[in-house]
Structures are given as C-alpha cells and as structure tokens.
C-alpha cells in the first residue's frame, strides 16, 4: 500500500501564482497539461514557506516553529529579499504557492511577496495563486483580505469533520470551524478550493471513514486531497502509538479506505489525476503538477527546498537547494547575503532522472515518451525498462504499463506505488552501471 502521507510535498509548497519573468510575453506560456516542463523559456514554481504557527499537531515532523515574539516585519521584509534574489538567479517564468502556515500571516506580507514577484516578472491576469489555510476563526476571517491580496485558490487542511479525532491529531480547528472555512473560500474563489483529509487514523473505522467523505462531498465539489496519517517517530502520536495508548488501522483497513474513497469519488464525478489528488470541473492545482512533471521549482523562506538551474550567475545544471531551517538564522543570513540558502547541491543526470521517474508514476497519466525524452534523449523509456523481467512481471501481473503512450501504473497498481517505485528505480541504476558516462547524454539543464 502506498504510503499517502499529509503533504507529502510540503517540503516545497506554500501559496501559487503563475508568473513569467520581464521581457516575455504571457502568450508564451503552454498550456498546464502540455508544458513539459524542460523548455529553455518553460515555467518554474516559487514556494513560499511560512514557518510559524500556534501549536504543532501531534503527528507534525516539518518544520514548524511557535513564535514567541512578533516577527512578522522582519519576516516579511527577507521574504521580499530572498524572493526578489533567487527569482533573478533562475531567470525562469513562474507559478507561486504559499505553504506551512500562511494563513497566520498579515494579508500584507502575501502582498508584499507578490510585489517583489511581480518587480522581477509579470503575473499574468488568470495566473493561479494559492494559499494554504488553517480552518480557524482567525484563518477564516482573513480569507477576504487573502483574496484581495491576490490569492485566488485555498487549500484546506481540515483533515477530519470528527472533533474527537481532530483532538486526538492536536489540531486547533473543530469541524464547524472547518466547514464554515470551506463555504467561505468557495464564495471568494468558486471552482479553486482544495480540501485536506486524512485517513488512516486512530480508531477510524471503513464505514466512518465513508460516511465522513459523504459528508465532505456536501459542501466540496471541486478538489480532494487524502492522504494516509504516517506515524513519524519523534512526533507525540509516535511515542502515544509506542506506548500502545493510541492505536491506529493496520495497513489493509488503511488501504481499504483507500480503495472505498476512491470508488465514492468516482460515483461523485471526480476524477482522479495523481495517487492523492481527486478534481472536478477542472479544478485540479496546476502548481502541484508542476512538481509532479518534473518542472524547475524555487524555494523560499526557512526550511524550503528548491530545483533550479541558477542561469543567473551562469548555471547550466539544475540544483538541489535547502534554505536555511531556523527563522531568526535564516532571517540574519537574508539580511547579510540577500538569501538564506545553507545548501546547494549539481544534479548528477541520473538523480534528475530519479527524480523525474518518482514525481512523474504518482499522476495517473504517467510518464509520456515525448516527456522522458526531454530528459532523456538518448535513453527511451523501452530501452531502460522494455528488457527487465521485473517490470516484465509488474506489466503481465496488470499493475504497470508501458504503451505507445509511455510508462504508468495501471488503476491497481497506483494504489501499490510504494512497491513498484523501487523496481524501476534498480533497474535505472542498472543502466547507469551498463552504459559508460559519455553515453549517458540527459537533457540537466531543465
């Protein structure tokens, strides 16, 4: 059973926007479905991290901090900063989203941000900006200022319309607070809001589970994520589940769940598009494909990751880039070199290709050949795969397919990701060890 974990992203997404750097026009951007993600004037995403909030939940390992003091200003101010640097580094058209806890933020720093985008680069009109927001009293009533400020889609977090359960998971919303939160976000932004559930968790049964997910359905008509809770060790419900005072479902009641939801979906008219991601009415997050296509992606704020080609000081390789951890370092280390990045490290060709092949199997489109091979020009999809006998067998078994169209999971096999991955990924890296490096000629510059 593939391990859908809660934002298992989030190490690289915050609110989104669609922007392309001065010079170019906003005709020059494709369509979302058919950017490949490795043209020389492609787009990029920008994450913004917000790195504060008022509690941690008690199954939360990310990088979260409880603020103490007002540090908004200065927040806001090396928000700009780093913005402002590292969009001019990577000299690529863009798409913004805002993660962690942004919804505590002041409707200005979201501005703010978004002035020092819109300096470097021009934000077309129908570009999709996003904000993650926490089901609050307080979250809710910044929602009209949010949208005012230019945020155009919400993503959620409810998690559960259960409040015993929502205690449980040390949330600080109940599930009138979270329900309020989705009917006000549709008013502003119909057709872009995005619902956070969880599954998986402590003493849920199926048949709540279903029952749950209906009621959801009553007032989201647009966008489902669901992810499986993960017991992360060094979190509080980790040492509650140790200690035998929490129990959560095994494995085959979690993928149960996960095959009722996705039924109940479907009769729903959802579509499903990646492993945790369910849209109508065309109401899929066009940032969260661009990770999931392979696109160039930069991170800002403490703690976010990035991958871009630093074009700007002469870079020709993508880069895997870590900010920073704690705010008040980051903060420092922006307000002296204008960024706060503590780690930079040259994709090696097979590593974009991991990492191209990990992102690209969660959609259920898959890989196409005309994708692949814009990272891999001379190594096609049926020479790396077509002659092992064990994606041979994942082919024959149903579960994996490799056609005219390119390589993905079958229906069934989707929901067994987390056993297929590591397959494909040896026999990658057994045509690494068979072929010599100067054959090994990948597209790295996207």
């Not at 609110?15 to 004037?41: M, N």
């Not at 927040?75 to 913005?83: D, F, G, H, I």
């Not at 704690?326 to 990492?355: A, C, F, N, S």
């Amino acid at each position: 059973m593939l391990r859908l974990t809660p934002r298992a992203l989030s190490c690289i997404m915050p609110a989104s926007v669609c922007v392309i750097p001065r010079g170019f026009s906003s005709s020059h951007i494709p369509d979302a479905d058919h950017l490949s993600g490795d043209e020389p004037q492609g787009t990029a995403s920008l994450y913004v991290h917000w790195p504060y909030c008022l509690r941690r939940c008690s199954y939360c390992n990310f990088n979260k901090y409880i603020t103490r003091s007002n540090n908004n200003h200065n927040m806001t101010e090396c928000l700009q900063t780093e913005t402002q640097t590292l969009v001019q580094l990577s000299q690529r058209h863009l798409c913004v989203f805002w993660r962690g806890t942004p919804s505590l933020a002041h409707p200005s720093t979201i501005t703010a941000v978004l002035e020092s985008v819109s300096q470097n680069a021009h934000i077309p009109v129908n570009a999709e900006v996003t904000l993650e927001v926490n089901p609050t009293p307080v979250g809710r009533s910044k929602l009209e200022d949010f949208h005012h400020a230019g945020v155009n889609r919400f993503s959620i977090g409810i998690q559960s319309l259960k409040d015993d359960d929502l205690r449980v998971l040390g949330r600080d919303h109940n599930s009138h607070d979270a329900l309020r939160t989705i009917e006000e976000a549709s008013r502003l932004c119909p057709g872009r809001v995005s619902v956070d559930l969880m599954f998986g968790r402590p003493q849920q049964t199926v048949s709540s589970w279903e029952t749950e997910l209906r009621q959801v359905l009553q007032v989201c008509d647009d966008h489902l994520s669901l992810y499986q809770l993960t017991v992360e060790r060094g979190t509080q419900l980790f040492k509650q589940v140790q200690s035998g005072e929490v129990k959560v479902p095994g494995e085959e009641v979690s993928a149960e769940m996960y095959e009722s939801a996705r039924a109940i979906l479907h009769q729903h008219g959802f579509q499903q598009y990646e492993v945790s991601n369910f849209a109508k009415h065309n109401g899929v997050s066009h940032h969260n494909l661009s990770y999931w296509k392979g696109r160039q992606y930069i991170g800002v704020g403490p703690g976010a990751h990035g991958r871009f080609v630093p074009v700007g000081e002469g870079g020709v390789c993508r880069e895997a880039r870590t900010q920073t951890l704690e705010p008040e370092v980051w903060m420092y280390e922006v307000q002296k070199k204008g960024h706060g990045t503590r780690r930079r490290i040259q994709l090696q060709q097979h590593e974009l290709l991991d990492e191209v092949l990990v992102m690209g199997m969660r959609m259920t489109k898959g890989i196409t050949h005309k994708h692949w091979q814009c990272f891999s020009p001379r190594m096609s999809l049926h020479n790396v795969f077509g002659s092992s006998l064990d994606v041979q067998g994942l082919l024959q078994s149903g579960k994996l397919i490799l056609d005219e169209r390119g390589l993905r999971c079958s229906y069934h096999g989707l929901a067994v990701l987390d056993s297929i991955l590591p397959i494909l990924l040896l026999e990658m890296e057994r045509m690494y060890a068979q072929k010599p490096k100067k054959g090994h000629n990948f597209y790295t510059s996207t």
